[in-house]
């Protein structure tokens, strides 16, 4: 079984460093690696030559289009029958292919998608992060779970697809935000079967500061709605817990002015969040950070989501987008 590995790349040398350098370590090594350079100003090839003797690299310019049309680039150069997606700021631990090629000869899927972790190298910050990306008490630990919805669906960090499949739906669409879920509801409404891989994770970097997270998560937010447009049904409960939040503690602000006891709820699911993290990442520090994380999720995805509902649905507005210029600063 031979794999394909495609990575977009905007900006980001630094870490691509450190994801073909953990590609080199793999214990299984039938793969080819396609870079896809998205229009970078912070070009990655200098990186990318260190690599060309310990790896099978294609490396590729074209101008900036966003991570799907990138992918969907990179694909029409693959080799072979399955295709392998990372992000740029991702670590692949060295079983990571060894795992996945046992898995499916021994499992008939069309498509799969891994977890995250954070290893602990990783700062303070993207700790923090990574804790509200996977908690339960964000609603973020539903993503990662085989149980969480009536079927997978794969998120592009780390998805793994045959080209047969891949090709059949025409790739990714031009979505710029949400296009994995997108690619993803395509397969899953063109009868694809898709699966979770749970020992084929990767350590994922996300955001270096909290401001870039607050951006991901708020274009996040309006994505939802836009899929919602795009695919009728797609949107569950689960989706709308953010906006809720938003609301709720909203209301418990200006209540307080009346009833002060009522502050004692965001300090309470502050204080839950702190031991939660403290009991998973065994640091003060980062259980304190997990805090301000925590709440960046649920108030950027729920701001970015009822804005939308408010442009989408009620406005009958087009669709839109935040932070597109300034995504990573």
């Known amino acids: 079984m031979y794999f394909s590995i495609i990575i977009p790349v905007y900006n980001r040398p630094d870490e691509l460093d450190e994801l073909l350098l953990s590609l080199c370590k793999q214990t299984y090594h039938h793969f080819e690696v396609i870079i896809v350079e998205d229009g970078s100003e912070l070009k990655s090839d200098k990186v990318v030559s260190k690599y ?16 799907g049309l990138s992918r969907n ?12 997606f990372f992000d740029s700021d991702c670590i692949i631990p060295e079983h990571y292919l060894e795992n996945v090629a046992t898995h499916l000869s021994n499992s008939k899927t069309d498509a799969y998608g891994g977890p995250d972790a954070a290893l602990p190298s990783f700062s303070t910050t993207q700790k923090a992060i990574n804790y509200s990306m996977t908690s339960f008490f964000t609603t973020g630990g539903i993503r990662g779970s085989k149980k969480s919805m009536d079927k997978f669906h794969p998120r592009s960090f780390n998805l793994g697809v045959t080209k047969k499949a891949f090709n059949s739906i025409e790739g990714y669409g031009k979505m710029r935000f949400g296009e994995d879920i997108d690619f993803s509801l395509r397969l899953l409404n063109a009868g694809y079967k898709t699966a979770l891989i749970t020992d084929a994770f990767v350590y994922h970097k996300r955001r270096s500061t909290f401001r870039q997270f607050f951006k991901q998560v708020y274009n996040s937010g309006i994505a939802r709605i836009n899929l919602h447009l795009l695919h009728p049904g797609s949107l569950k409960l689960v989706h709308t817990l953010p906006a809720c939040f938003v609301i709720g503690m909203a209301s418990v602000l200006i209540l307080s002015l009346f009833y002060p006891l009522l502050l004692l709820l965001p300090l309470a699911y502050s204080l839950i969040v702190f031991i939660d993290s403290l009991l998973i990442n065994k640091s003060i520090s980062v ?3 997990s805090i301000a994380a925590s709440w960046i999720q649920l108030i950027g995805y729920g701001t970015g989501f009822l804005s939308a509902v408010w442009r989408r649905l009620i406005l009958k507005k087009g669709e839109f987008k935040a932070f597109e210029k300034k995504f990573y600063k």
């Open 52 to 67: 060309y003797d310990r790896l099978s690299i294609n490396y590729l310019e074209k101008p900036n289009s966003g991570p």
């Open 73 to 84: 680039a990179g694909a029409e150069q693959a080799q072979y029958d399955w295709l392998i």
């Open 287 to 289: 259980a304190l950070y």
